[in-house]
């Protein structure tokens, strides 16, 4: 299993990130994607997620109306785009894949290895 992030960086207030995850070495199409990101002393914390088919999406409050989550599953990649950007948004970003593979309810996951996101003038 493989990811590469990709679209971290320094962003000013106001500004707009587009980050990516191309993944290889499972069923992309079978897995829920997730961007999460965790900031220095914080916890992680879920940020955006897309169904399998990309159908459905969900969001953390804090980040509605600002971030939008797509996929693209001929590319297996997923995209976390950023808008309106604040300096509490800076974080190390993290795609995750994640899915149900049996009726008892046990999950698989699989991490990026995280890109780094600063918002600051």
């Not at 493989?2 to 000013?12: A, D, I, M, P, R």
Request: glycine share 10%; net charge positive.
């Amino acid at each position: 299993v493989q990811f590469v992030e990709s679209g971290g960086g320094l962003v000013q207030p106001g500004g707009s990130l587009r980050l990516s995850c191309a993944a290889s070495g499972f069923t992309f199409s079978s897995y829920v994607m997730r961007w999460y990101r965790q900031a220095p002393g914080k916890e992680r914390e879920l940020v955006a997620a897309i169904s399998s088919a990309g159908g459905s999406t969900n969001y953390a409050d804090s980040v509605k109306g600002r971030f939008t989550i797509s996929r693209d599953n001929a590319k297996n990649t997923v995209y976390l785009q950023m808008n309106s950007l604040k300096p509490e948004d800076t974080a190390v970003y993290y795609c995750n894949a994640h899915r149900v593979v049996d009726t008892y309810g046990t999950t698989r996951d699989y991490w990026g290895q995280g890109t780094q996101v600063t918002v600051s003038s």
